[in-house]
């Protein structure tokens, strides 16, 4: 009780000082001043690496729980269309499809032997599997796949103001 009473006169004689106010607005300013040098310095650097380009953002919201970082959805789209031209896109089926044949893809699936020497087979989700023209299986990443295809789906978009109609819609 004692330190509870000590350390609430001294919180009390803390906050009513006006130099530690003084101290504290001081230090949200330069947090202030600070975030936004960075976000210039971001812009800056996009800028001078891409020139005046387009940047396509998808609408995945991803796990949300316990244990998981929050990622910046609206607070960097925000900040990239100060200088640069936006679009929010849909991902249904961009990683699923694949962005050649424009069929759906399957899981890579690879035989192995365990500690008993048994075989067993496990699926790659992040790996997927397909069948190309020459009638060869292809191997390609699920991500750069959906890259892909959000890069021809923005490219019809531009082209012909809707999304394409064939695959890429519910």
């Keep these: 009780m004692k330190y509870t009473k000590q350390k609430l006169s001294l919180k009390n004689k803390i906050n009513n000082e006006k130099t530690y106010n003084e101290y504290l607005k001081k230090l949200k300013w330069f947090s202030y001043i600070n975030t936004k040098r960075q976000e210039d310095k971001l812009l800056n650097e996009l800028e001078n690496k891409y020139g005046k380009s387009i940047f396509i953002i998808g609408d995945y919201g991803g796990r949300k729980g316990l244990k998981t970082i929050s990622t910046p959805k609206i607070g960097i ?14 991902e249904f089926n961009t990683s699923k499809l694949n962005c050649y044949t424009e069929k759906e893809n399957s899981n890579l699936k690879v035989t192995y032997k365990n500690s008993k020497n048994e075989e067993k087979e496990k699926s790659l989700h992040s790996v997927l599997t397909y069948k190309m023209s020459n009638n060869r299986i292809g191997c390609i990443n699920r991500d750069t796949n959906a890259v892909k295809n959000m890069r021809k789906i923005t490219a019809y978009l531009l082209d012909h103001k809707e999304r394409p109609k064939k695959i890429y819609t519910k």
């Design 77 to 90: 789209k925000r900040l990239l269309k100060r200088r640069f031209e936006v679009y929010h896109i849909n």
